[in-house]
């Protein structure tokens, strides 16, 4: 046999080896594929594509108050995604996409060659349907194993779905940082809009998160993001996908990313956790993935208006009492420059508190305050806007308070827009608005700032109501034969140790003067804590007890002494709010409810609300006759009494209410309504303590009222309601006022007709109302 000369041997053998283990290769390959690609997982999560969606809680006009899971996501159809955003994620992360067939190889080639130039891994070739595969199937280990599923998956997807439907999959599942998955929740994380409303420069922003989230985050590291944005928009248009105008635009435009994740459409995060609370009691199972949705019972514009209402009464009373000095202070040691990445770094760790935003003072005297405001200006601060922390500027000043370089403040802007200086307030409030015809809860701020105090103080703070609670212990003494016109002496008392049990009680009225006997409608609008007081003693503390429970109180809060008169119980706002309503709504004890209807990811009703409404008589606590009266002398409060400034402010004739005001000014009250809504506010420190000299309910919690009521009443028309029968009217003008028909004694008056006229003849009605 003839033998290859040895120069062929020497090429041909090796050749022969080669093609041997590529045949090998090529054979052990086909048979992998024939034994794994039967046992790949099925595609069913991906052709059934049920994502993980939050809870979502929404105001009774539709608005988004707050969502809770794990996963933050709002599934979009391929069609509603903006060519902008396709393109720039195409850009970005597989410009092939609709070319390949799951793997690209030209882009392995272009990968490698340019890992080798570059020596070392610097660049990807991963497609974004082996991102699909990698996000629903495997993990993220980096194994020759793991690849090679990824790649069969990859195949497999391909022959599966089409190129638009694979698209989808990866645009609402992939994770882009801040909880947020899918580019739609990320549109409305980062920007506060919906995707297609984003611009370009903003879709180069979010198409760069997918690459690595953490790095590439605007909030956290803004300067490696834009630096990821300027790559994403160059390959955009080295692509063609945006003209050399688009592109130098996109360029300069300067991006408004949102701080504040938990910044909704309005400020209801009390009502929020609420409703997720009683979502979670009803279907505890998958609550925070199924996509349920939970719809409230606010209304947007009335909630903003309590918030607003309540932050500016919490404001304007932190600012009567001075400013306390800085909040705390950083090291600057390693501060290079006012423009040093380090402080932006530094301040991500102090939270906002609404519109109260964290500065770093960079450089202060008694002239001006220069300072870094979180998010990159820096701000200067001179006359009127320090002026509010002027003593702080001193050398005087305590070292761990004085305003200096390195000191950390707040600043707000006022109506004005301009910055001015400010502080977090120690002080807490609270406010709820029900509609007293059927409970709905219409507004609710449980506190200052949700983030910083979770304690809902509507619903969870017991304090003393003080004078607010003298409506119910008069309203006792109507069912008891008194009227608003009886006459009670506002005169000093004492009642000695044998009726207190422990020591003599001297009480005195909140502004230490005393004007005699008086009508009861009067002491009410002035109140008079003696005429309070005699009242109870008169009707008894154990019938008064079980009286207020009419209205919702709890019996066991307020135990049957004296003191009782003047509030010395235990309430919550909730509660205040819902007695009030039974003035309202004519003698009706509605139970007050936040949550109208729990819907599944479907749409369909799960739960719904079943109140009972005013008028139905099975709830009736109160007799309308006694309801008319009250709603008369609660009006006699607003329009001359302790809290005149709401109908002089208001410019209204039918607001009811009452300022309370505790011993030693430690809790501030208003509660009040309209016939179609009742509010209640609370100002008071967590810890009680006095809240300052004059701090009353009229001074302190009714302009939080007038401010919610301004807008809650806005279109709403005058209206004061009738008088129910069985009540006879006495009195003209401001004394007109009605009497039980039984308790009527006719007058001397009117007996001395009777007895001069003949029996046939009619008596005139002297109780009848005058004619115009």
């Known amino acids: 046999m003839a033998k290859f000369p040895l120069a062929l041997r020497v090429i041909f053998y ?32 991906l052709t059934d594509y049920r994502p993980k969606i939050p809870l979502r809680v929404y ?18 159809g391929i069609a509603e995604v903006p060519g902008v955003m396709k393109h720039a994620i195409l850009a970005a992360e597989d410009d092939r996409f609709y070319q390949h067939g799951g793997i690209d190889y030209a882009g392995i080639a272009r990968a490698a060659v340019a890992n080798l130039i570059g020596g ?34 990859s195949f497999k997807i391909e022959s599966s779905l089409s190129k638009d439907q694979i698209f989808e999959l990866y645009i609402n599942q992939i994770f882009l940082g801040q909880r947020a998955y899918g580019f739609a929740a990320a549109a409305q994380i980062y920007f506060g809009k919906p995707l297609q409303d984003i611009t370009i420069a903003e879709a180069a922003m979010l198409a760069g998160l997918p690459k690595a989230p953490s790095a590439y985050n605007p909030i956290v590291n803004p300067k490696r993001a834009k630096l990821r944005q300027q790559y994403v928009l ?24 949102r701080r504040e994740l938990s910044d909704y459409a309005v400020h209801a995060e009390f009502v929020a956790e609420m409703a997720r609370q009683i979502a979670v009691e009803s279907f ?29 009464g919490v404001m304007d009373y932190d600012r009567r009492h001075g400013y306390r000095g800085a909040e705390s202070y950083l090291d600057l040691a390693e501060i290079k420059s006012d423009q040093d990445e380090a402080i932006d770094v530094a301040l991500q760790d102090i939270p906002d508190a609404g519109d109260l935003i964290p500065a770093l003072v960079l450089a202060a005297d008694s002239r001006q305050i220069r300072a870094y405001r979180k998010g990159g200006e820096v701000v200067t601060l001179a006359g009127d806007a ?29 109506d004005k827009g301009h910055w001015q200086i400010s502080q977090l307030p120690e002080v807490e409030s609270a406010f709820v608005a029900v509609d007293p015809r059927d409970g709905s809860i219409r507004a609710l701020v449980g506190g200052f700032d949700f983030n910083r105090n979770k304690f809902n103080h509507v619903t969870q703070a017991w304090r003393q109501p003080g004078s607010s609670f003298k409506p119910f212990i008069y309203s006792a003494s109507l069912e008891k034969g008194y009227s608003p016109n009886s006459v009670i002496a506002d005169e000093p008392i004492v009642i000695p140790a044998s009726e207190t049990g422990s020591q003599a009680w001297e009480p005195h009225n909140y502004d230490g003067k005393y004007e005699g006997p008086m009508k009861l409608r009067t002491a009410l609008a002035k109140s008079k804590n003696m005429v309070s007081i005699r009242i109870l003693q008169a009707i008894g503390t154990q019938y008064a007890q079980d009286y207020a429970t009419r209205f919702g109180f709890d019996a066991d809060k307020h135990p049957p002494y004296l003191t009782m008169a003047l509030g010395a119980g235990s309430v919550t706002p909730w509660q205040m709010v819902r007695a009030y309503s039974v003035f309202a709504n004519g003698g009706y004890k509605i139970n007050p409810f936040v949550v109208r209807e729990i819907r599944d990811e479907r749409n369909a009703v799960l739960a719904r609300s079943s109140e009972v409404p005013a008028g139905d008589e099975s709830i009736r606590a ?133 007895s001069l006229l003949p029996s046939w003849l009619p008596v005139p009605d002297l109780r009848s109302p005058p004619s115009d």
């Not at 070739?125 to 790649?151: D, H, P, W």
């Not at 955009?236 to 408004?256: F, N």
């Open 14 to 45: 090796p050749l022969a080896l080669v093609a041997g283990l590529l045949a090998i290769g090529i054979a052990m390959a086909l048979i992998v594929l024939v034994l794994t690609y039967p046992n790949l997982p099925s595609l069913e999560v």
């Open 59 to 76: 105001t009774a006009d539709g608005y988004l108050i707050g969502e809770f899971g794990e996963e933050r996501r709002a599934v979009v």
């Open 120 to 153: 070392g891994k610097r660049q990807g070739a991963s497609t974004i349907t082996q991102q699909v595969a990698r996000n629903f199937f495997l993990t993220g280990e980096k194994t020759y194993t793991r690849k090679l599923y990824e790649a069969l998956l």
């Open 234 to 257: 160059r390959r955009m248009h080295e692509l063609g996908y945006i003209t050399d105008v688009q592109y130098e635009a996109a360029q300069k435009e300067p991006l408004v990313v």
């Open 284 to 312: 505890p199972e998958g609550i925070y993935s199924r996509g349920m949705k939970v719809y409230t019972t606010l209304i947007k514009a009335e909630q903003e208006a309590a918030y607003a209402s309540l932050r500016k």
């Open 386 to 414: 320090m002026k509010f922390a002027a003593r702080m500027l001193d050398d005087k000043a305590p070292p761990n308070k004085r305003i200096r370089r390195g000191a950390i403040i707040r600043l707000l802007k006022d």
């Open 622 to 754: 109160l007799d309308p006759r006694n309801a008319f009266l009250m709603d008369a002398m609660l009006r006699d409060v607003t329009i001359y009494g302790t809290a005149a400034r709401a109908s002089a402010t208001l410019k209204r004739q039918d607001l009811a209410g009452k300022t309370g005001t505790t011993n030693e000014y430690v809790d501030a009250w208003f509660c009040g309504y309209q016939m179609t809504v009742a509010g209640c506010a609370w100002i008071g420190f967590d810890q009680p303590k006095k809240l300052g000299d004059k701090e009353t309910g009229g001074a302190a919690a009714l302009p939080i009222w007038i401010g919610y009521m301004s807008r809650a009443l806005k279109d709403v028309p005058v209206q004061v309601p009738q008088a129910p029968e069985g009540l006879v009217a006495v009195g003209e003008g401001r004394e007109r006022t009605y009497v039980y028909t039984e308790n009527y004694k006719e007058p001397e008056e009117e007996s001395l007709l009777r």
